[in-house]
């Protein structure tokens, strides 16, 4: 086998390159690179390859005019191109412990709906009032509010009956049952909701650069994002057949990519322009909201994301070197992403 | 046993009592009625206070400030002094079929939670854009739009998670896994969002009274209000431990009840004031919306409504007599109700 070194960082990689060769130097002085020598790239192009198309089979126009415009909107918003980041992670979760890509598509495509449907509402006029996403108009922008806010439960009652009716025949009942658990938690009180709201909270409470501040920050960030990026992972070891053991070890390591994941965020709406991450940018900073950058500033900020992706390789130590390849490098990607 | 004939037609009944009172002496004529001396009115207030308990002990405010207003939105709309029609379908579709109370509880309480969630968005600025519900006013009127939509989503996170907890012990997953898969289906693009979807389209192309319109209004009102109905009893067949042909059975009685409830709530938004329904009437009227009253007369729809309770009650021939009881009851309060 002879396999490129792809990772990301080593592309698109300007910001910060210097700290976080020294974080892959100290990797490869103190043990084994299992992630060397895997084209993730090409593994990343792959899999959303195969979303894409799941996306566009699990949402098709339908015939009925009543409910024709609601269909568009969901097809609109969920078949931009997106990262695909959550499911990517939920089929690599599965087959990190040992199940099929096609086991766990239908969860994949699962996490993208309930996350197309926090960002259309995220963006809605009452909440962000966002205009762009994903460099296109913002869904109520196009649909009008009433449609964008029916979609976004279309998108949630969608997620689980897709889920269940795709794997009812390979997987036990029981194993369904808790995966579906897993996301609903993602989205309500315990996640997605609450995320939202805090982050809501703290936009009106305009708190200062202390450690309350940083702990609201922290709760935001671990609900808005971590929380869906955890059931991802979680479903897709859950679905795959994973003992508990493995799969609270995924649930470990997703936490800490999702916390990376908005830090990364936060980080890059300070320092790329609007044209680079195709959506608003500046605007937290405008708005006074509560972000790492404010909190800690940029430098620390990055330097706590290299920190959380040391832990979320920690937690996956262990696993075989091939099968964990791709999940390190998506930890990789994530931090170094530059949109 | 001497118990007293309650039906509630014989109390508040003043609109349609001479038609009703016809179809009350046919079924007496031509076969035995179960419903007879079976006291509704008691067997409702019992139910009613076990679900409320239910309900208050299913949204504690908890103790985390950044979520508190969430908890307490929720709680504001869910133990707000609703029928608790669905949920005493789900815990008597479940008694019906040899399961006790406190199986289905849970997935009562779920079914309100969806309810209370439809109400939340159906009152929403951009969509019927209403102030006033039960009496009081609408969530976003207290709690801001942003609010009132996370508590929504909440709402539809927490019937999943709360019944898949509730049920866990005692009902096999793969029956637990269906019933919640029912419940989803009822949110989505074949149920509460195509129904609101149609709604709003309905109230655009403001239809003249022909055919095409009966069948929109039709379309409209099975998912607006039918799907959940039958969810309900669905859940309850399920959780209860119910066969298939029973399940079905409740299913078809709920879609009859479902159509019927909203052909009762149309005729009573034209003929009852704001203050005896607790919300703002006369207002699908003003804004030429498309209703049974509209489209084919009071009376006309009254009849309707009791051709489809006939329908019901039809569709629940050759159950045990004492435990059909209080569906029939159920059946015949929903279309002689005042309010």
Known sequence: MNKRIMRPRYNAFTVARATLSRLHHRRILTAPNPSEGFDFICYMASKAKSINKALNDAVPLGTN???????????????????????????????????????????????EMIHASSLIQDDLPCMDDECLRRGKPTNHKIFGEDVAILTADAFISLA?????????????????????????????????????????????????????????????????????????????????????????????????????????????????????????????????????????????SREYAEKLNREAWEHLRGFDQDKVAPLLSLADYIVSRQN
Chains 1, 2 share one sequence.
């Open 65 to 111: 005019p009543l409910v024709l415009k609601i269909r568009e909107a969901m097809r609109f918003s969920l078949l931009s191109n997106g990262k695909r980041v959550r499911p990517v992670l939920c089929l690599a979760a599965c087959e990190l412990v040992g199940g099929h890509e096609s086991t766990a598509m239908a969860a994949a495509c699962a996490v």
């Open 160 to 300: 689980v009956t897709h889920t269940v009716a795709a794997t009812s025949e390979n997987v036990p009942p029981a194993r369904v049952l808790r995966a579906v658990t897993e996301m609903m938690k993602a989205v309500g009180t315990d996640g997605l909701v609450a995320g939202q709201a805090a982050d809501l909270e703290g936009e009106r409470m305009r708190l200062e650069e202390n450690n309350m501040g940083l702990e609201h920050l922290e709760f935001t960030h671990v609900h808005k994002t971590a929380a869906l990026l955890e059931a991802a992972a979680v479903m897709g070891g859950i679905l795959g057949g994973g003992c508990d053991e493995e799969i609270e070890r995924l649930r470990s390591y997703a936490r800490c990519v999702g916390l990376m994941f908005q830090v990364v965020d936060d980080v890059l709406d300070v320092t790329k322009s609007s044209k680079e991450l195709g959506k608003t940018t500046g605007r937290d900073l405008i708005a006074g909201k509560l972000t790492y950058p404010r909190v800690m500033g940029v430098e620390k």
